[in-house]
Nanobody, 120 residues
Framework: QVQLQESGPGLVKTSQTLSLTCTVS??????????WNWIRQPPGKGLEWIGY???????GYSPSLKSRTSIFRDASKNQVTLQLSSVTPEDIAVYYC????????????WGQGTQVTVSS
């Protein structure tokens, strides 16, 4: 059974860099066909895709967040990390990591999510 667990500080100050880690168990992040995604949901809004890193280390980012986003991995720890710089209160959201398994299966595993608040 694949499990994803997000971790990181729940409170970040404005203009600082948010760093969240997704620890994957029950499967390797370097297994072919999967990509590992970060998605967030601001309060009262829908899901917003942030970006991904795939099995080979290729990354992709939302155009609206690309300038502030970096996703990287530590294969030895089976972890994927999201860094979002220059945060503002607009970055307040529940942040999720999720595994993408192609167009047919979609996002088949999700973490439970972690709340991030930005303070001034």
């Amino acid at each position: 059974q694949v499990q994803l667990q997000e971790s990181g500080p729940g409170l970040v100050k404005t203009s600082q860099t948010l760093s969240l880690t997704c620890t994957v168990s029950g499967g390797s992040i370097t297994t072919n066909v999967y990509s590992w995604n970060w998605i967030r949901q601001p309060p009262g809004k829908g899901l917003e895709w942030i970006g991904y890193i795939n099995h080979s280390g290729t990354t992709g980012y939302s155009p609206s967040l690309k300038s502030r986003t970096s996703i990287f991995r530590d294969a030895s720890k089976n972890q994927v990390t999201l860094q979002l710089s220059s945060v503002t209160p607009e970055d307040i959201a529940v942040y999720y990591c999720a595994r993408w398994y192609g167009d047919y299966h979609g996002y088949d595993y999700w973490g439970q999510g972690t709340q991030v608040t930005v303070s001034s």
